[in-house]
C-alpha cells in the first residue's frame, strides 16, 4: 500500500473514531479524566476539520509526503497520550476512542511511517518534523480551548 492509500484509509479510520468517542460520550470524559473544557460543539468543529486535514494530508502524499505524514503522526500521538496513557493513569478507566485507537491509529501510522521511510518519501528528519507538526496539530485546539475564557480573548464585552 502506497503512503497515499494509508493516509486516505487513516482518514476513514478518523471518521470511525470520531463515532466511537461520541457515542461513548468523549465530552464528559474529557472534562472528568484531563480537565478539557470543551463542549460538544467544540468536538464537532474539531473533528470536522481533523477530517478536513486528512484529506488534504492525502492529496499532498506524492508532492509533500513530509506534511502529509503529520496526518499519521497526529493519530499516534492521539492514540498514545488521549488515550492509552489516561487509561494507564487512571487505573483502567476506559477511554472513549481507545479502542479505535489501539486497533486503527497504531497500525496505520506506523504503517504509514514505515512505508515513508522504507521508500525513502521521507527520511528521519521528515519524520521527526512530521511528528512536531502533528503535535502542533494536536495541541493547537487544547490551547484555544484552555485560553478562550481569558479577558483578552473574550468577544462579548
Known sequence: MSLTDL?????????????????????DWARAVIGLPVEWSDFYIVNSIVVVLGIVAANLSVTWPAVALAYPGLMLINAVFFHILPVIRTGGRYSPGVATAVVLF?????????????????GVGGGIASLAIGAALMALPIVLLNIKDRPYFRQDR
Do not use: C, D
Open 7 to 27: 493516509i486516505w484509509l487513516g482518514t476513514a479510520f478518523y471518521a470511525i473514531h470520531v463515532a466511537e468517542e461520541f457515542m461513548l460520550n468523549w465530552r
Open 106 to 122: 497504531l497500525p496505520l501510522g506506523i504503517a504509514a511511517y514505515w512505508t515513508a521511510l522504507a521508500n525513502g518519501s521521507v
